[in-house]
């Protein structure tokens, strides 16, 4: 995809409903530049064209055009004999979440699901109601509209353990050519490293935006003896020279990579604002799908397969209002049974705590670097300056386990260091109110940035549930932080490692130091660094947006499998799974990447069933 392709046809401005975009809780909502910053996102294809008509069958049908069912529609629809549909319960995105320094702007808001996870009994204390916030995509380019930042592909060898789980082909190996081919590397001393490449879909690209806390970070990386890289590269531990998926200063999802190049087909059509209620089965074959659109109600036929990529907590639910799953679960709300599965098992997400740090008060806060003139002015020039940034994250950090060499490259926990304003703190944690006013409030107009630590190899597993029988009630979204307690001594370890590197001599030189306040809750272990940092753990845990797993990938005599290494749900004939609920572990590391992988690698498995004719 050309990723900056000229207004050469005025009409478009024509379509720009400036409404829309300030019905967005962006800082430029009320901006008088508002119109001009659309105008210099305009130089790139915002979304693909919709379709006005739709047939009553077609040979594929997708579920979601998030990561995986973008890339699996858009390479389907190169065979010329073939047609497909792809369906989306969301909307076409706004222009302005090409930004990438806003990307949390469009949490809870209409192209977010907006779902909690249930009250989590091992951590979430601070929080309200003990839940955690669930980000989840509701738009063309599903949760990559908003929580696409960083390009990672995740430790390679951790797709060994996919294998090695039954996963036959999806070994580091084996899946290595499929992250080489989606990719289009832009800074060439990265891509001469020789784990990278040109041409394909998707853009990797440094942030044009260095924080005043970047330098120092690496300088304290190289005194602790740790290298500063690539992290898709030969070695993954260490500190990150990260890349997100962008190109000049603009981020786009992954149906801009995917669908925009091929909008133009006539055998591919793309349908927002389609919800699906579910797989329409004949015995145990699909053999279509239901789905509302615009108050009405539409059943397609397929021909060929229903491929499901509505994401690692829609696609069980999808499954189990279809009579697909849990046997028992199923006849609880009354289901009619076709298929018992273990559908919504084996869910994992990385959680995060983090611990706040103040700057120098000369820096200015995120807020006021997003706001100001001068970085609206450089961003609309060059592409350049705050607004470019990956989420203000400066870097990421893979470090291996305790008792671990820093040249080992074997990372156990991850930790990202990013600015925050507000917002972040008071209302997207789902912090309780009197924490907030206690811990947080005092720094409200402080510059700061925290340091946020996940466990990369999780071990604790959750599950995805059916709150009833209505396919618009929410799913129960159970992700089981910490019930495995080697989860939580990975969190602590990190943030033993934060202190020390937020007290740091370089960081000090940028005014770096912990907050003074004590978070509520762990008033009785302040003077006790490791019971402190384990209370701060079980008391504010953040979802990293990566949950995956639950329909298992793997053997088909597995039990514990739902679906097998082509991703053919098991016991059906029609049905695949191609988004992250296959993956059988998770990666470690980011999800968004492996994901359009397994799109990627979905769609060779099932080209080898397609024979055109040739001409």
């Known amino acids: 995809m050309e990723c900056d392709l000229k207004i050469s046809n005025p009409e478009i401005l024509d379509t720009l409903n400036l409404g829309y975009e300030r019905s967005f809780p962006t800082p430029y909502s009320n901006s008088p530049l508002l119109p ?89 204390k601070a929080l309200i109601n003990r839940q955690t916030y669930w ?54 001393d990265i891509l001469a490293n020789g784990f990278h490449s040109v041409g394909g879909p998707v853009h990797a690209q440094r942030p044009g935006y260095c924080s005043e806390i970047k330098e120092p970070l690496f300088e304290v990386a190289r005194q602790m003896g740790y290298r500063v890289g690539d992290s898709n590269g030969p070695q993954q531990t260490g500190f990150s020279d990260i890349q997100g998926p962008m190109k000049g200063g603009q981020q786009c999802n992954a149906a801009e990579y995917y669908l ?13 604002n389609a919800h699906v209620t579910k797989v329409i089965m004949d015995g145990c074959h699909a053999v279509g799908v239901q789905f509302d659109h615009k108050g009405s109600t539409y059943k397609i036929k397929a021909r060929r397969e229903v491929i499901l990529s509505a994401g690692s907590t829609n696609t069980p639910q999808l499954l189990m209002l279809s009579g697909i799953g849990p046997k028992e679960h199923l006849q609880e709300l009354k289901i009619p049974v076709i298929v018992d599965l273990p559908v919504g098992n084996n869910f994992r997400d990385h959680p995060y705590s983090f611990l706040p740090y103040q700057l120098d008060p000369a820096i200015l806060t995120a807020e006021q670097k997003l706001t100001n003139l001068r970085s609206l002015e450089e961003y609309i020039s060059n592409r350049t300056g705050p607004l470019s940034s990956a989420m203000f994250i400066s870097t ?48 409200e107009h402080t510059p700061k940035y925290l340091c946020a630590v996940n466990s990369l190899k999780v071990r604790s597993k959750g599950t995805i549930r059916l709150k009833s029988r209505n396919p618009y009630d929410a799913p129960l979204i159970d992700p089981n932080y910490f019930d495995d307690p080697r ?38 272990c302040a003077g006790d660094e490791e019971r402190y940092l384990e209370c701060v753990a079980r008391s504010i845990t953040i979802s990293c947006h990566h949950g995956a797993g639950s329909a298992k990938m793997g053997n088909p005599k597995d039990p514990t499998t ?38 990627e690698k979905a ?6 069933t397609i024979h055109c004719p040739s001409y």
């Open 36 to 124: 001009l910053l659309i105008l210099t996102l305009l130089r790139q294809r915002i979304a693909p064209k919709t379709a006005k008509t739709i047939k009553t069958e077609y040979d594929y049908i997708v579920v979601g055009a998030g990561a995986g069912g973008s890339a699996v529609a858009a390479r389907l629809s190169e065979e010329p004999c073939v047609n497909v549909l792809i369906l989306e319960a969301g909307n076409v995105p706004p222009v302005l979440s090409d930004i990438p320094g806003i990307a949390r702007s469009f949490l809870f808001t209409d192209v977010d699901w907006q779902y909690k996870t249930v009250p989590q009994k091992n951590t979430a």
């Open 135 to 188: 980000p989840s995509g509701k738009a063309l380019g599903g949760s990559s509209v908003f929580s696409a930042s960083v390009y990672e592909r995740g430790y390679l060898r951790g797709f060994d353990e996919w294998a090695a789980q039954g996963a036959r082909g999806w070994s580091a190996r084996e899946v290595f050519p499929y992250f080489l081919k989606l990719e289009d590397n832009l800074d060439l």
């Open 260 to 272: 925009v190049p091929a909008e133009n087909r006539t055998n591919l059509d793309i349908l927002p």
């Open 396 to 443: 990421h950090v893979y470090m291996p386990g305790e008792h671990s060499s820093p040249f080992e490259d074997n990372p156990a926990y991850q930790m990202l260091f990013f600015e925050v304003g507000v917002d972040f703190l008071k209302t997207q944690t789902l912090m309780k109110p009197d924490v907030y006013k206690k811990f947080a409030e005092p720094y």
């Open 487 to 524: 989860d939580i001594d990975n969190v602590v370890q990190g943030l033993k490692t934060c202190q020390r590197i937020a007290t740091s001599e370089p960081m000090q030189r940028v005014g770096s130091k912990p907050f003074e306040t004590i978070l509520p809750g762990c008033e009785h």
């Open 562 to 599: 739902v679906v097998d290494p082509e991703l053919r749900v098991k016991g059906v004939k029609g049905l695949r799974v191609v988004d992250a609920s296959v993956m059988p572990t998770l990666t470690i590391g980011k999800t968004y990447i492996p994901t359009i992988m397994i799109g």
């Open 603 to 608: 769609a060779d498995i099932i080209k080898e």
